[in-house]
């Protein structure tokens, strides 16, 4: 024990009497420090927070009136489980989403034209552009230009979601304080469209499956309607059995289309409001606020590092300079 206290005072008594060369370095990597914190280009960051949903909504649509004649039960429609939290990111990152975002007037130039961000990382270069762009089999296409575009952005987009405190966080680091508020604040927008979009596709495809039955069966009730005022126009003279039993047919064909009909506009209404209660709410918790300094980089940090990295330096070359010294002499009295 005595031994190693002893090596340990004469390592520190070593270190002290050569503090001016530990200074040196530390000195050297200070203005190294100083020099990277300053040439570091700026970034900005914009954030927002948004509450999650917890509820688990079911679809329950039923088609009583219409099952003797379609035989079709459209019911527990659960859309809770279509697009967990865990899938956001996914969605966030999708070749899609991040083209639309791409292509948006974020914010104006000087001369008060509206930018993309496209336009803006390829120093005004300029595309055509339409969501539904692709080649004859719906597969995505993307040019050299819009790679990088993607790539960036997927780079200075954040998103966490935090089940256990049911929210999420979204953060955007751009060069520009404004530029990142913006670009934070649609990232927002379009992400509550996606997640919506998603949410309510099964209770919309019932909706649309229900609408257009609607619209047949109301075809042909204006079609029965039409038939059965055109035959008591002609038989008003008539009292035959034979008028009689006919237009008692063509009556109750179209009573039975207008109950039938009666289902059909209750059925419509119950899948319309099933949509709007299917439609995820994302609370906005914090909104996206103008960053007023730059978030990186931490100059204060670059050059404290840069200092302790210095002193470290300084510390391993007096320690370690003996042994190289050995070396080199030992080998240089080799034969």
Known sequence: MENKEMDLLEVLAKLWSRWKVILKFMLVFAIAGVAIAFLLPRKYTARCTLGLEAEDRTTRISVEGMSAFQGMNVA????????????????????????????????????????????????????????????????????????????????????????????????????????????????????????????????????????????????ELEQKQKTLIEFREKQKSQTSIQSQTEEKILSNDYELFFSL????????????????????????????????APSKPNRLLIVLASVLLGFLAGCGWILLSPLFRYFRDFKGTEP
Do not use: W
């Not at 099933?274 to 909104?287: A, F, G």
């Open 76 to 219: 527990d429609l659960r859309n809770g489980k279509i697009v967990s939290p865990a899938m956001y990111p996914d969605i966030l990152y999708s070749v899609p989403f991040q083209k639309e975002l791409m292509y948006f007037p974020l914010f104006t130039n000087e001369g008060g034209e509206p930018v993309t961000f496209y336009s803006y990382l390829t120093n005004g270069g300029t595309t055509d552009y339409s969501p539904d762009a692709g080649n004859s089999v719906g597969v995505e296409q993307l040019t050299a230009q819009e790679v990088q575009c993607l790539r960036y952005l997927k780079n200075a987009i954040s998103i966490k979601v935090d089940p256990k405190d049911g929210n999420l966080k979204i953060e955007v680091d751009m060069p520009e304080a404004r530029m990142a508020a913006q670009l934070a604040h649609k990232v927002q927008e379009m992400l509550q469209q996606y997640i919506a979009k998603f949410r309510i596709a099964k209770a919309q495809a019932a909706l649309d499956f229900i609408e257009g039955r609607y619209q047949e069966i109301k075809a």
């Open 261 to 292: 009909y009666s289902d059909m506009v209750r059925e419509r209404e119950k899948a319309r409001i099933q949509v709007k209660e299917n439609m995820p709410v994302l609370t906005v918790i914090e909104p996206v606020v103008e960053p007023t």
